[in-house]
Each structure stands twice: as C-alpha cells, then as structure tokens.
Antibody, heavy 122, light 108 residues
Framework: EVQLVESGGGLVKPGRSLRLSCSAS????????MHWVRQAPGKGLEWVSG????????GYADSVKGRFTISRDNAKNSLYLQMNSLRVEDTALYYC???????????????WGQGTLVTVSS | SSELTQDPAVSVASGQTVRITCQGD??????ASWYQQKPGQAPVVVIH???KRPSGIPDRFSGSSSGNTASLTITGALAEDEAVYYC???????????FGGGTKLTVL
C-alpha cells in the first residue's frame, strides 16, 4: 500500500524558514516523480513544485520560485521542500503527491498524503 | 504561464448527468487529470490521461477532451459525488504543473 506522510509544518513568523519532509513507502520511490501541492484555508489546490525521479527535472510555481527548493533522497525514500523567506500568503496545507507514470515527469498524481499545515504569522 | 478555468459551482439532480469543464491553452498539448476532493480529505484522482479511470473509481465517471477544453462527466450522479472537482495539466512552461480553480458540485 502506497503511503505518503508529510511532516515539518508549524507556526512560523514571516521571513523565517521551514523544511517540510515527505516519507514514502509501498512503492519504488526512485522510479516516480513527486510533487508538492498546497491548499490555503478555504481555497483551491495550488501546485508548488515538482521533481523528476532522478532529480534531473525540477519545476516551481512563480509564487515560490527563488524562495523554495525541492529535493529528494532516493536512498531514504524521502521528498523535501525547503521554504525560505516565508510570507503570510504561504499559509496552507502542504500535500506531498506521487506522479502516476513510471519515470515520467507527469502531472497526474495517483497518491496523496494527508498534508502538513504551515502557518505564517507574526 | 498557463491557466485552467473552471466554473466555480455546478448543481445536478440526483440520478442525472452532469458535465464539468476545464479550459486552457495547455489542454491543446497535454491531457487533463481530474481530482475529487471532499471536505477534510486529500484529493483523489478520478480521471487521468484524458479518459482513463483508476481502479476503484465507478464507471459513472468519464473524461473527454476537445481543443482547449477537457470535460469530466458523471452519468447518474449520486449524493456521494458531492465534492469539489479540480482539473490539472502540464503548464506550457517547462516542468510546471497547473490546477484549475475547482468546481463545487452539489447533488440535489
């Protein structure tokens, strides 16, 4: 059974940093691209960042480019999101999601974690 | 970057058919996927690669596409289908992904 468990969320002041982690199990992690998707309270889904199975392809939403860095450690079956210079508008539930196709940087996410809440407030 | 546009809300009588649409230039080049999200839950994919249904998704859900518009059709909607539905696709910019704003489906 595929499991994605996010951690690292919390309350942080504007301008500070936070690192999210996603621990994956139940599939061969290094064969699939992964994504971070966030959802502000009462709002829709917003793609944040994605990374290919071998870290050769990486993308960021304009809203986070230059501030957030996605990475993965295939040996540890883990995905990360380093978030710097946090803003109030970064407040959201952050989901980790697995791409659906083998070794393809695709946008179809077949499994999602339950999310970790990031609150940016002074 | 590209955008995907969805109607904010749609309603359907129980047992009837409803179509939810998603428009965007990127859909001329890339297939849409569709996700169902119920309150307090993570999204669940109901259609991928334009018209593929994952195992466990009822066959009343179907997908199609024409030009810059992708559609999710629920044939014989049930009360349990009440949720917010999101489309997504690849952005025209390299390695970016985009989601539509979501459509809240009410089953009357």
């Amino acid at each position: 059974e595929v499991q994605l468990v996010e951690s690292g969320g919390g309350l942080v002041k504007p301008g500070r940093s936070l690192r999210l982690s996603c621990s994956a199990s139940g599939f061969t992690f290094d064969d699939y691209a992964m994504h971070w998707v966030r959802q502000a309270p009462g709002k829709g889904l917003e793609w944040v960042s994605g990374i290919s199975w071998n870290s050769g392809g990486i993308g960021y939403a304009d809203s986070v480019k230059g501030r957030f860095t996605i990475s993965r450690d295939n040996a540890k079956n883990s995905l990360y999101l380093q978030m710097n210079s946090l803003r109030v508008e970064d407040t959201a539930l952050y989901y980790c999601s697995k791409a659906g196709h083998f070794r393809f940087y695709d946008w179809y996410c077949d499994h999602w974690g339950q999310g970790t809440l990031v609150t940016v407030s002074s | 970057s590209s955008e995907l546009t969805q109607d904010p809300a749609v309603s359907v009588a129980s047992g009837q058919t409803v179509r939810i649409t998603c428009q965007g230039d990127s859909l001329r080049s890339y297939y849409a996927s569709w996700y169902q999200q119920k309150p307090g839950q993570a999204p669940v994919v109901v259609i991928h690669d334009k018209d593929k249904r994952p195992s466990g998704i009822p066959d009343r859900f179907s997908g199609s596409s024409s030009g810059n518009t992708a559609s999710l059709t629920i044939t014989g909607a049930l009360a349990e289908d009440e949720a917010v539905y999101y489309c997504n696709s690849r952005d025209s910019s390299a390695n970016r992904v985009v989601f539509g704003g979501g459509t809240k489906l009410t089953v009357l």
